[in-house]
């Protein structure tokens, strides 16, 4: 079975400051990696996505991801935070497999202060 | 904008009732996941449709049910609902490589 874990439930972070996300998976074949980002009282974004090739991924709004299949891991990075970027942000784990449903984290709340 | 579209935005049901929600799409995504996003947690998956018959279930009973049709459009149903089944139900259309995400039906059981 495919699971992933958040580490860190809450994240504050200063503007203008880097951020980073870790996230784990567990899947025993080759995952497809995504994270999304949800404002509050919305739907789902994709910021960026992993599924074969380059393991340093770029998404939109400057964010960045690595996957590490050695930590089974995909943390996502920003290096300098907007304030437009507090949301909460969900890693996802699928596979061609089965049939790319998809597995979400708990998510992370990121919060920027002035 | 996903075009992705759900209907309705909100919903309030009282215990033992049903309710369905809706979710469609300007482009013809041939497949549509249904999860469930309790406050606080990350979506779970309930299931997937792909050309009208369905492609899988996550650990949700039966009374949680769905149709997509040719159009491609969805509807999830949910019989007998409980008080646990507040949550903001989020529908994605495509498979494969993308999957775009709708704004969701928050619906709350009283």
């Known amino acids: 079975a495919q699971s992933v874990t958040q580490p860190d439930i809450h994240i504050t972070v200063s503007e203008g400051a880097s951020l980073e996300l870790r996230c784990n998976y567990s899947?025993?074949?080759?995952?497809?990696l995504f994270w999304y980002v949800q404002s509050p009282g919305q739907g789902l974004q994709l910021l960026l996505k992993y599924f074969s090739g380059d393991t340093l991924v770029q998404g939109i709004k400057g964010f960045e991801a690595e996957f590490k299949r050695s930590q089974s891991s995909f943390n996502l990075r920003k290096p300098s935070v907007h304030w437009s970027d507090a949301a909460e942000y969900f890693c996802a784990v699928g596979s061609r497999s089965n049939d790319y449903k998809l597995s979400f984290g708990a998510g992370t709340t990121v919060t920027v202060r002035a | 904008e996903t075009g992705v579209t759900q209907s309705p935005t909100h919903l309030i049901k009282t215990r033992g009732q049903q309710v369905t929600l809706r979710c469609s799409s300007q482009?013809?995504?041939?497949?549509v996941s249904w999860y469930q996003q309790a406050l606080g947690q990350g979506p779970q998956f309930i299931f997937q449709?792909?050309?009208?018959?369905?492609?899988g279930r996550g650990n949700f009973p039966p009374r949680f049910s769905g149709l997509q049709f040719p159009n491609y459009s969805s509807e999830l149903n949910v019989n007998a609902l409980e008080l646990d089944d507040s949550a903001l139900y989020l529908c994605a259309m495509g498979g494969s490589y993308e999957q775009y995400f709708g704004p969701g039906t928050r619906l709350t059981v009283t």
């Open positions: 482009s013809g995504h041939n497949t």
């Open positions: 899947y025993g074949a080759t995952p497809y």
């Open positions: 449709y792909y050309r009208e018959e369905e492609n």
